[in-house]
């Protein structure tokens, strides 16, 4: 079951079109990662979707209720961490948490301590003397000591440090586990990998790339390095074979995927001495899609 | 080193505020031109002048404008110098602390000096390109202004009265201008540094006015009190002038010395470790509103019952006054069966609704600025209803306008029974202020509509006000048509107790109120934030 179903989104400023028919679905338990450059319209999508922007054209739907008219409601269920958070300078960031607990509704007391223990956070100091990672955590322990069944977390962890970035991944894989629906937007790649079911990839407001990791992966090509005993021919007009370098430990080539079966079959003729294959990484996939930024749709 | 760049900031702070510095020195200046003709069209003959300036000399007009100089001779210069000068250099200040506050202490909260500072710009370039640029624009002014007054070509406006005249502004300006670049070191946030400066400029105005109508001492501890000191166009004195810009420039000299010693983002004045917890007034959006305003609605408070109290404590004086001057007694009191003091007291009451409808606009207009930090949608993302919210802002802006109207008319009731002999009912003055509400209201509705409708614009609320006040306090003065009276909600109040009660018009008012407010709403529902 979709807890939120986007469909064809689209918002306008003006003569500037940020978002040019955006479709999310994010299912129960599910975590959706949500990747894209700078400027490509994820955090537009994503006050969409809380209500805060009115889309100029499709329809938002979440827990089966519009995500404009119904937005209370909604928010009743929702937790959401903007990637800048900005705070009034004159509270404490324990006043603040508590406010927003206060105005969410329903949370946890004993579990706001327990999140201001794990991220190491002080509470008592005003928030304008706070980093951009202590204020980060300010919206998380809100966030995660509430009991909400969607999370919408925009580029939650920008100023966090790697050990409160394992905090943070904890605090999902729990929610993840409690049955929980997570959309996380990020930039930090191996967070999206480890944490994530579902990936939606996002350029000029246009979704270039929907699909499961395993789906993804398929996509992407597999980087291998050879050596042979007899020169290998004619390397470069088998199909699906890309960058062919001549490195002193062999050859060093891109294998789409799909084609790597293949590619190992030709290969095999010239007495095979050693053969390394990497995994193929989602990075190479964002970086294609992300190179090829004229030509408009996927790269495939 | 330490001032490296800074005319390059210096540009970008012109380059910034190319409008708003034209705009500022465009009005003031149009304030001061338009008002000497008016003046001279008013009061043609000398025999008319005098009368005005028998009108003039009783305590409570001094209270508010200040000694009248040149009183037996009272030439349209003379006057221009007593009516308008005093309202026009507090104009100055509040220019200057605005526009003072918006290029240091706001921009250093906003991260923008630290930006600036990481390139090789001085210490100190910010500050001092902020100080010059005040500067040239306050030295602008005098010069505009003062040219401006002597190519009017009126007899008792000379040039050297009329330099004067822009110079005694321009002072004020800059006296200012280093008394907020103070605070901006002391203050640890753009709030403080305004309140603060704001502060220093109201209680300067009531020491001039404590000082003015007793023994004249304590006016000479106020930098408005030396504006005045320059007897404009009577006696033309130019060293308070000198000695007002040697204060100022001693007080940037201790602000560029504090700046130069502390840390980006600190101030002098402490911060001291706050709650871990919420308290239980801090639940929801009322609650934050009020906790966020708390300062400004105390100060305000404090501020308002003061005015009252200075107000009140010059009625006693006002009726010995009249008492002991049959003419003038004879002359400005036509209604039947009410005494010169009521009637003085309904101007009051339009000038204290004025100056009490500034801090419920603030309180509503906050939304708008927490909306520009990005900080109303931690509300509207959990589950707070885009009505709720504006609603909360709404009930505080009452509250706190109906507040202010009682403290400034309590104060106003307190000091006045303490000095009349025959003291006028609190119920009678609390409803002739009490009358003045739906004007209120629709000021703050005013302000409602534009959040809702056109956010970008939501300043348009102060010029309304402050036209307002100018058409209502002033327009009598300054012989304007009744239709920009009426333009005004404030020119449609009945000023009671000199006037009947007039259901129909307040009622009207009301409805106007309640539908911009609705409007408001209707369009804050519909709208997209904006950061």
């Known amino acids: 079951m979709a807890v939120l179903q986007a469909s064809g989104i689209t918002k306008k400023f003006g003569k500037f079109t940020a978002l040019d028919g955006v479709d999310i679905e994010v299912k129960e338990g599910e975590v959706y990662g949500f990747i894209g450059p700078n400027g490509a319209g994820k955090s537009t999508t994503i006050r969409v979707l809380l209500g805060i922007l009115k889309a100029t054209g499709g329809e938002v739907k979440i827990f089966g209720m519009d995500a404009w008219k119904d937005a209370v409601e909604i928010h009743k269920r929702v937790a959401y961490v903007p990637g800048d958070v900005n705070l009034w300078p004159n509270l404490t960031g324990g006043e603040v948490i508590d406010l927003f607990a206060k105005l969410h509704g329903n949370s946890n007391k004993s579990r706001r301590e327990e999140l201001i223990r794990k991220f190491d956070f002080d509470p008592t100091k005003k928030c304008r003397s706070y980093s951009k990672g202590n204020r980060q955590k300010v919206a998380l322990v809100a966030a995660f000591s509430s009991d909400a069944d969607l999370f919408i977390l925009d580029e939650p962890t920008s100023g966090l440090d790697p050990l409160m970035e394992r905090v943070f991944q904890e605090c999902v894989m729990k929610a993840k586990r409690e049955g929980k629906s997570i959309l996380l937007s990020s930039h930090i790649l191996s967070e999206v990998e480890r944490l994530c079911d579902t990936v939606g990839i996002i350029r000029e407001g246009k979704i270039i790339e929907t699909g499961t990791l395993a789906e993804l992966r398929h996509l992407t090509r597999t980087s291998l390095l050879v050596e042979t005993k007899q020169p290998i021919s004619q390397l470069e007009q088998i199909q699906g074979v890309h960058d062919i370098e001549n490195l002193q430990q062999g050859i060093s080539l891109q294998v789409d995927t799909e084609k790597l079966g293949d590619v190992i079959t030709y290969l095999s003729q010239f007495d095979i001495v050693k053969l390394e294959s990497a995994p193929p990484k989602l990075e190479d996939l964002f970086m294609r899609h992300y190179k090829t930024s004229n030509r408009g749709g996927g790269a495939r | ?531």
Not at chain 2, 279 to 302: H, K, N
Not at chain 2, 376 to 403: K, P
């Open chain 2, 1 to 531: 080193m330490m001032f490296t760049g800074t005319w390059r900031l210096l540009a970008l702070i012109v380059r910034r505020d190319r409008i708003r510095i034209p705009i500022w020195l465009f009005a003031l200046t149009l304030m001061t031109i338009v008002t000497a003709p008016a003046f001279e069209g008013l009061y043609k003959t000398q025999q008319e002048r005098q009368v005005m300036a028998e009108t003039m000399k009783n305590p409570a007009m001094t209270a508010m404008v200040g000694r009248g100089y040149g009183l037996g001779d009272y030439t349209t210069g003379a006057m221009m110098a007593h009516q308008m000068l005093l309202f026009t250099a507090i104009t100055v200040a509040i220019m200057s602390i605005l526009l003072v506050a918006r290029h240091t202490r706001a921009d250093e909260e906003a991260g923008m000096i630290e930006m600036i500072r990481s390139l090789p710009a001085g210490r100190l370039s910010n500050l001092s390109s902020a100080l010059l640029v005040m500067i040239a624009v306050n030295l602008v002014l005098a010069a505009a202004t003062g040219l401006g007054l002597a190519a009017l070509r009126i007899e008792s406006m000379d040039m050297e009265g009329s330099l004067l005249y822009g110079a005694a502004l321009a002072a004020a300006g800059i006296f200012f201008t280093a008394v907020t670049a103070l605070f901006a070191q002391l203050s640890e946030n753009s709030r403080g540094t305004i309140g603060l400066s704001f502060a220093v400029l109201g209680i300067s105005y009531l020491l001039r006015a404590i000082g003015d109508v007793s023994n004249g001492t304590l006016s000479w501890f106020s930098p408005l009190g030396w504006v005045l000191g320059t007897e404009v166009y009577v006696n033309n004195y130019w060293w308070p002038v000198a000695f007002t810009i040697a204060a100022a420039f001693t007080i940037m000299a201790l602000a560029l010395y504090l700046n130069s010693i502390r840390d980006l983002g600190s101030g002098f004045l402490p911060s001291k470790r706050g709650r871990s917890h919420a308290s239980v007034f801090l639940q929801g959006p009322i609650g934050l509103g009020l906790r966020l305003q708390r300062t400004a609605i105390v100060s305000w408070a404090i501020g308002m019952l003061l005015l009252g109290i200075s107000y009140g404590s010059v009625l006693g004086d006002l009726e010995e006054f009249i008492g002991g001057n049959e003419m003038l007694a004879e002359m400005v009191s036509p209604a039947e069966g009410v005494t010169l003091t009521e009637q003085f007291m309904t101007m009051l009451m339009s000038v204290i609704s004025m100056i009490c409808t500034i801090p419920p606009l603030m309180m509503a207009l906050k939304l708008r600025g927490e909306e520009k930090k990005n900080r109303t949608e931690h509300l509207l993302v959990r589950a707070v209803s885009r009505t709720r919210l504006m609603g909360s802002y709404l009930a505080i802006a009452l509250g706190v306008g109906i507040s202010m109207q009682i403290l400034a008319v309590f104060g106003l009731w307190a000091a006045g029974s303490a000095v009349m002999e025959e003291a006028i009912l609190f119920t009678t003055m609390l409803e002739a202020a009490l009358a003045y509400l739906p004007a209120m209201w629709v000021m703050t509705g005013v302000a409602l509509l534009l959040i809702g409708i056109l956010p970008q614009m939501t300043s348009l609320t102060w010029l309304y006000l402050g036209y307002s006040f100018i058409v209502v306090y002033m327009g009598d003065l300054l012989q304007f048509p009744e239709w920009m009276r009426k333009l005004s909600p404030f020119g449609h109040i009945p000023q009671l107790p000199v006037e009947e009660f007039d259901t129909a018009k307040i009622s009207l008012l009301v409805l106007l109120a309640a539908g911009l407010m609705l409007a408001g709403f209707i369009g804050y529902n519909k709208r997209d934030l904006q950061g």
